[in-house]
DNA sequence: TATCCTTTGAAGGAG
DNA sequence: CTCCTTCAAAGGATA
């Protein structure tokens, strides 16, 4: 179960290193361009980063290809995972807000409709940051990033785009009011709670999230 | 094994 | 008040 392997539902399940041909080839590339819902700027970006991908992307594959030999052999070692559940001691978490309850929804659903898993990715599906590699260089490991674009070439650019921000008033108002009751709930079992009691928990520091140049925080990248 | 990545929103703290 | 940071979920990737 390592790697990107697709959903068992779909009737051919290309390797690795098919879907990444499949996605360099001309014929995909050709029917990417055609899209209808792309501007030739983006088009033309999103060309650019097939092409990058192919210096780079040949060593992540074997990577995946020795992970997924070595995972081969053991098939039981999934019991000292527990163990380390054990480990952590119990602590109220956050309750969630109302886009992570419409990302807790939603994720199955993207998940079974493309072939990705990487959660970073069906994130940026569900959210609305597609700017940041619809312009700019990718964040995306290159296998992943493929892989998001093969979803894109399938689905087509509307089915990615900010989904979140695309529900409509009334169903967003729906994810907002459950996360209201779930705040109340929350105070209402964990009175004096504070969401400042689980920083740095288990860890000895989270990481600096970013150094914040708001005006590249919205992703945009002149060309 | 622990952290990173990535999203939005809540909340707390600093200035 | 405004700005900044952390953490909620999640699972593959990574050091």
């Not at 990715?121 to 998001?148: E, S, V």
Request: glycine share 4%; aromatic share 8%; with cysteine.
């Amino acid at each position: 179960m390592v790697g990107y392997d697709r959903n068992p539902n779909v009737n051919n399940s290309p390797t690795k290193n098919s879907i990444l041909n499949n996605l360099l080839n001309k014929k995909t590339q050709n029917d990417f361009k055609s899209s209808p819902n792309f501007d030739t700027l983006i088009k033309n970006e999103m060309c650019n980063d097939i092409a990058d991908l192919k210096t780079n992307s040949d060593i992540k594959i074997n990577r995946s290809q020795v992970d997924q030999k070595n995972n081969m052999g053991d098939g039981k070692n999934n019991q000292d995972s527990n163990n380390a559940a054990d480990k952590k001691k119990p602590h109220i978490k956050k309750p969630l807000n109302a886009f992570m309850l419409y990302m807790k929804e939603m994720r199955a659903k993207v998940v079974a409709e493309c072939t990705l898993k990487e959660s970073a990715a069906i994130n940026q599906i569900l959210g609305r940051k597609t700017k940041r590699w619809r312009y700019g260089h990718h964040p995306y490991r290159p296998l992943t990033y493929c892989l998001l674009m093969m979803y894109i070439v399938r689905h087509g650019y509307n089915c990615v785009v900010a989904q979140w921000h695309s529900l409509s008033r009334e169903e967003q108002a729906k994810y907002y009011e459950k996360a209201r009751q779930e705040r109340q709930l929350h105070m209402q079992l964990y009175p004096g709670w504070s969401a400042r009691d689980n920083y740095g928990y288990g860890t000895k520091k989270k990481k600096r999230k970013k150094e914040r140049t708001p005006v590249e925080s919205g992703g945009i990248r002149a060309p």
